[in-house]
């Protein structure tokens, strides 16, 4: 992750995150804890990008007393949420996928990453620091947006910020690297793991206004949706963009598509 994208948090994204999330996020990661990774009593589980803490505190119930859960994340705001969830199986502590060497080699049966491997500008070097800290035989779990399935919402986005005055700010590396399936697979290969599914999933949210969903995407991004422009121009921008989603809403709300990707593979 850049310098700049995590220094556009703020408490109240990370509140806001908390809040909403569990409908969210959240539900995509047990898919990939229980669909996919299954995980098991007594396992040793390293969440990376953990946020607040949610999916680990439900790991942690899944491991056990005899397993151990530990979050990392590079967002010292969403470790304090997080740490408030702590117990004798579950620890948290702020922590960067570029470099694990707080954990020493084969330490884990288990690493997942619940909506953070797209935040990650550089892949590889992550993925071969989560070889290293696996077990042999241990599984990694990857549920990441879809490259190429962003949604409305990036192409209104893209609109808006095509336009004078917004145009005149270039955007920064805080913004999502998306890969597809086909290069997730060769990624993880060439990371040391063997591939075991990689499925691609439509992802439809509904949100009950424009400004709902903006909020989530700010607070999911944490800050970077629009961090790259003045807080006024940022005010404008998101006028213009909720004028341009309530174009699309229903009865129903306001609909964010998309597709995820949901990939498990084992270290070699």
Same mark, same amino acid.
């Given at each position: 992750?850049?310098?700049?994208?995590?220094?556009?948090?703020?408490?109240?994204?990370?509140?806001?995150?908390?809040?909403?999330?569990?409908?969210?996020?959240?539900?995509?990661? %047990?898919?990939? /804890?229980?669909?996919?990774?299954?995980? !098991? #009593?007594?396992?040793?589980?390293?969440?990376?990008? =953990? &946020?607040?803490?949610?999916?680990?505190?439900?790991?942690?119930?899944?491991?056990?007393?005899?397993?151990?859960?530990?979050?990392?994340?590079?967002?010292?705001?969403?470790?304090?949420?997080?740490?408030?969830?702590?117990?004798?199986?579950?620890?948290?502590?702020?922590?960067?996928?570029?470099?694990?060497?707080?954990?020493?080699?084969?330490?884990?049966?288990?690493?997942?990453?619940?909506?953070?491997?797209?935040?990650?500008?550089?892949?590889?070097?992550?993925?071969?620091?989560?070889?290293?800290?696996?077990?042999?035989?241990?599984?990694?779990?990857?549920?990441?947006?879809?490259?190429?399935?962003?949604?409305? %919402?990036?192409? /209104?986005?893209?609109?808006?910020?095509? !336009? #004078?005055?917004?145009?005149?700010?270039?955007?920064? =590396? &805080?913004?999502?690297?998306?890969?597809?399936?086909?290069?997730?697979?060769?990624?993880?290969?060439?990371?040391?793991?063997?591939?075991?599914?990689?499925?691609?999933?439509?992802?439809?949210?509904?949100?009950?206004?424009?400004?709902?969903?903006?909020?989530?995407?700010?607070?999911?991004?944490?800050?970077?949706?629009?961090?790259?422009?003045?807080?006024?121009?940022?005010?404008?921008?998101?006028?213009?963009?909720?004028?341009?989603?309530?174009?699309?809403?229903?009865?129903?709300?306001?609909?964010?598509?998309?597709?995820?990707?949901?990939?498990?593979?084992?270290?070699?």
């Amino acid at each position: 992750m850049s310098e700049y994208g995590l220094l556009q948090d703020t408490e109240d994204l990370a509140q806001h995150y908390e809040a909403v999330n569990a409908d969210r996020q959240f539900r995509a990661g %047990l898919s990939l /804890i229980d669909d996919y990774l299954k995980i !098991r #009593e007594g396992e040793d589980v390293l969440d990376v990008g =953990t &946020g607040t803490g949610q999916l680990a505190e439900y790991v942690a119930s899944r491991v056990g007393p005899k397993g151990r859960v530990f979050g990392i994340d590079p967002l010292p705001l969403r470790i304090e949420f997080a740490a408030k969830k702590a117990r004798p199986n579950l620890h948290f502590a702020v922590g960067d996928a570029y470099d694990l060497g707080l954990f020493a080699d084969a330490t884990f049966d288990v690493v997942y990453l619940n909506a953070v491997l797209h935040w990650l500008n550089e892949k590889r070097q992550p993925l071969r620091e989560f070889a290293r800290v696996l077990k042999p035989g241990g599984r990694i779990g990857i549920m990441a947006g879809a490259k190429g399935q962003g949604g409305e %919402l990036g192409e /209104i986005r893209k609109r808006v910020l095509s !336009r #004078e005055p917004f145009n005149g700010y270039p955007e920064t =590396t &805080g913004q999502p690297h998306p890969v597809t399936a086909d290069e997730l697979t060769d990624l993880l290969r060439e990371t040391g793991f063997v591939v075991d599914t990689i499925d691609v999933l439509p992802n439809q949210q509904m949100f009950a206004t424009p400004q709902a969903l903006i909020d989530y995407i700010e607070a999911s991004s944490f800050g970077n949706f629009l961090g790259h422009l003045p807080f006024d121009l940022k005010e404008r921008a998101s006028r213009e963009i909720s004028i341009e989603l309530a174009r699309l809403a229903t009865s129903e709300g306001v609909a964010q598509g998309g597709a995820r990707l949901f990939a498990c593979a084992t270290r070699c």
